[in-house]
């Protein structure tokens, strides 16, 4: 046969066994008057297990153990902002020790070498200052001693009055009351010139303390230019507000001092912070198992149990009467993407029931005060009056109406769940 004949009977085939398949569907739920056309079939079978009556949280991850490394705040001039050189990539695992973030730190070393010859041309000026005062010292000190002598001559002199005229006498006197008052003159001035030589060389050696402490000021903001771990981990990148969006702080980027940078924390031991409305907190307690699941990764799963509540609630965001007590989970077991800032839902257990039937709640109808689950059998369905126990927002406990591994019919439509 040809091709094109063989192609068109094929996709005749293929066309009336959808049309078939579609007319079985439709004679089927033609007898369920609550179906319409938009819902699709769904069948769902009675089991027998535990029920888990659960409260449904949502939070964020976060890390037990973790410290944030930010821009260095420093002192001096152009440190209010800094240019990253060097960053440690997102997620890869850190020793304490490891550089994480490296900032440029020209402007640093520049300033501690202009300070460093600050200090040297002090020290020069100390220095020779030193040995102007030992000279000075040095002839003061002569002079004295030449005054003090011409003191002594000058009382031998006037102890010759008696022998002498009188005019020599007088002149004798007058000698040593010059030699005194310049001998007291030297002394005077002695004693002043040695605290302006103190005074001078204080004030050099203030400034040579200043300059001192401003090399080693410029020094230590060079060494914190770069930041190591301080403790081991999983480097997480901050995100920070660039060009009107979010986005991870990235080499070659200039950020402001005390912005943080990176997170260190420890992947071993995460948690999940969330908020529990005031109606809800009387449920929970401390040690309550805990199903966490992963808005970002739906597959994956953890228990955990809670930790700790807060005993005083703070202030709604909707409502100043609502109450908003704050709730810690410890997560068990560690996976690579377990990381904070991760939204997470949190599923509490409340209550448990053993060893009892559970069906969807979708596969039950409430008509007054009844409540009617419809069976499958075979190429037949049945409406049967139920008992329902305990519910939960997805699960019903069936204590009467229903078999174990019975198929009941879910009302479940295109657009969702009713």
């Known amino acids: 046969m040809p091709r094109e004949p063989r192609l068109r009977l094929g996709l005749i085939l293929a066309a009336l066994l959808v049309a078939a398949g579609a007319a079985g569907a439709a004679l089927l739920w033609a007898r369920d008057p609550r179906t319409g056309p938009g819902d699709r079939p769904s069948t769902s079978t009675v089991t027998r ?25 420093l002192t001096g001039p152009n440190t209010q902002s800094l240019v990253i050189t060097r960053l440690v990539k997102a997620g890869a695992p850190v020793q304490q020790g490891d550089l994480i973030v490296e900032f440029d730190r020209q402007t640093q070393i520049s300033t501690a070498l202009d300070r460093r010859a600050e200090l040297d041309d002090l020290e020069q000026q100390i220095r020779k200052r030193e040995a ?25 002199d006037t102890g010759k009055r008696e022998v002498v005229s009188r005019i020599l006498a007088e002149q004798y006197q007058q000698a040593l009351e010059r030699a005194e008052a310049t001998l007291t003159q030297l002394r005077t001035t002695y004693a002043l010139k040695r605290k302006a030589a103190e005074a001078d060389l204080a004030i050099l050696k203030i400034r040579r303390d200043r300059a001192d402490n401003a090399m080693r000021q410029a020094e230590g903001n060079a060494e914190r230019m770069a930041v ?9 990148i901050r995100t920070v507000w660039k060009s009107n969006t979010m986005s991870e702080v990235q080499e070659g980027e200039e950020v402001r001092a005390g912005v943080p940078v990176v997170d260190i924390v ?12 005031q109606a809800d907190v009387s449920e929970l307690r401390v040690g309550q198992p805990v199903r966490v699941g992963l808005d970002a990764y739906p597959d994956l799963a953890f228990d955990g149990r809670i930790a700790q509540i807060s005993p005083i609630g703070v202030v709604s965001t909707l409502s100043p009467r609502v109450r908003i007590f704050l709730v810690l989970v410890d997560i068990d077991g560690s996976h690579p993407n377990l990381m904070p800032d991760l939204t997470a839902a949190l599923d509490v257990e409340i209550a448990r029931v053993p060893n009892v039937l559970v069906v969807p709640r979708d596969a039950l109808r409430r008509d007054g005060e009844a409540t009617f689950a419809r069976v499958l059998q075979g190429g037949s369905s049945s409406e049967q009056r139920v008992e329902v126990g305990s519910l939960s927002a997805h699960e019903a406990v069936v204590t009467s109406g229903l078999a174990e591994g019975a198929v009941v019919a879910r009302h479940v439509s295109a657009r969702g769940s009713r």
Do not use: C, Q, Y
């Open 49 to 73: 297990r535990d029920f888990v009556e659960s409260l449904r949280l949502t939070g964020t991850v976060e890390a037990v153990e973790s410290t944030t490394i930010a821009t260095p705040r």
């Open 228 to 236: 190591r771990a301080p403790i081991d981990g999983m480097a997480v």
């Open 266 to 277: 420890n992947p071993e031991a995460m948690r999940v912070r969330a908020r529990v409305n």
């Open 132 to 156: 102007a005062e030992l000279a000075a010292r040095a002839r003061d000190d002569s002079e004295i001693l030449l005054a003090e002598t011409s003191v002594a001559r000058a009382k031998l």
